[in-house]
T-cell receptor, first 112, second 113 residues
């Protein structure tokens, strides 16, 4: 069974600092990996989707890398802002059967 | 606007009652999902459907039921058999297993009194 881990569970940084969020998974035979953002009491918003054939994806200040062989993905957020405060979750599609395995998330606080 | 609509946003239930959570999407997606989220845990899959009139159990289906009579609708019933139903429920849809992103609704918070 695919296990997805996100460490640390919480992170606090001053505004302007770059954020590095980690996601690890146990089965490297994945089809894709997706990063989401969740604000308190809200649903999930898709940030980046990395297909298994890709090494990274970028969108604005966000960059996500994927290393299947080591079972890791990293989400980088450049020049963090207070509006980036949220919980960030990663999810892995490992079985091509329409199911994703989610990590518990990293809650980020960006201090003004 | 295109998206996924969940209702109600908040729901209170007495023990022993069944409740139904609504999920509607206008994205023309084939696949729809129900997840449960508890504090400090990742999302856990309850049920999913790849096509109309077909659905499969996820990891925690006991005490829940679903139907998929229309492509745009995937309601979830939380039955009295669900021993710990208080949670945040999230509906999602996607175009395919390996090609597309997963899109989520705003969630429904169920509290059992």
């Amino acid at each position: 069974k695919q296990e997805v881990t996100q460490i640390p569970a919480a992170l606090s940084v001053p505004e302007g600092e770059n954020l590095v969020l980690n996601c690890s998974f146990t089965d490297s035979a994945i089809y894709n990996l997706q990063w989401f953002r969740q604000d308190p009491g809200k649903g999930l918003t898709s940030l980046l989707l990395i297909q298994s054939s890709q090494r990274e994806q970028t969108s604005g200040r966000l960059n996500a890398s994927l290393d299947k062989s080591s079972g890791r993905s990293t989400l980088y957020i450049a020049a963090s802002q207070p509006g980036d405060s949220a919980t960030y979750l990663c999810a892995v599609d490992a079985s091509n059967d329409y199911k994703l395995s989610f990590g518990a998330g990293t809650t980020v606080t960006v201090r003004a | 606007d295109g998206g996924i609509t969940q209702s109600p946003k908040y729901l209170f239930r007495k023990e022993g009652q069944n409740v139904t959570l609504s999920c509607e999407q206008n994205l023309n997606h084939d696949a729809m999902y129900w997840y449960r989220q508890d504090p400090g845990q990742g999302l856990r899959l309850i049920y999913y459907s790849q096509i109309v009139n077909d659905f499969q159990k996820g990891d925690i289906a006991e005490g829940y039921s679903v139907s998929r009579e229309k492509k745009e609708s995937f309601p979830l019933t939380v039955t009295s058999a669900q021993k710990n139903p208080t949670a945040f429920y999230l509906c999602a849809s996607g175009q395919g297993a390996t090609t597309g992103e997963l899109f989520f609704g705003e969630g429904s918070r169920l509290t059992v009194l």
